[in-house]
């Protein structure tokens, strides 16, 4: 996928869920990124990364929710949370 050209974006619905960043591979993948600023997540954190899975169907490739603490998971959904400074530290 590395290779793919890569449109950049963001989604919102009418009912204003929304995905921060939305990457496009010109394969058809599409990756969610949302971005959280506090230190607590909730289940309702994941809803838009919910929304566009269920928007793009089998185009979906993953969904990542990055956010302020420590450690990374995979939640019952198989959505991904990170970091936020899993970005600039090696």
């Not at 971005?35 to 490739?61: C, I, P, Q, T």
């Not at 450690?71 to 019952?76: I, K, P, V």
Request: net charge negative.
């Amino acid at each position: 996928m590395s290779d793919d050209y890569i449109a950049p974006g963001h989604w919102r619905t009418h009912d204003s869920d929304e995905v921060d960043l939305v990457l496009k591979f010109q394969t058809g993948a599409i990756v969610g990124i949302e971005v959280k600023a506090g230190k607590m997540l909730s289940d309702s954190d994941f809803r838009g990364l919910r929304k566009l899975r269920e928007y793009v169907g089998s185009d979906f490739y993953c969904g990542i929710l990055m956010y302020q603490l420590e450690f990374s998971f995979r939640n019952a959904d198989g959505l991904i949370a990170l970091p936020a400074d899993r970005l600039w530290l090696e």
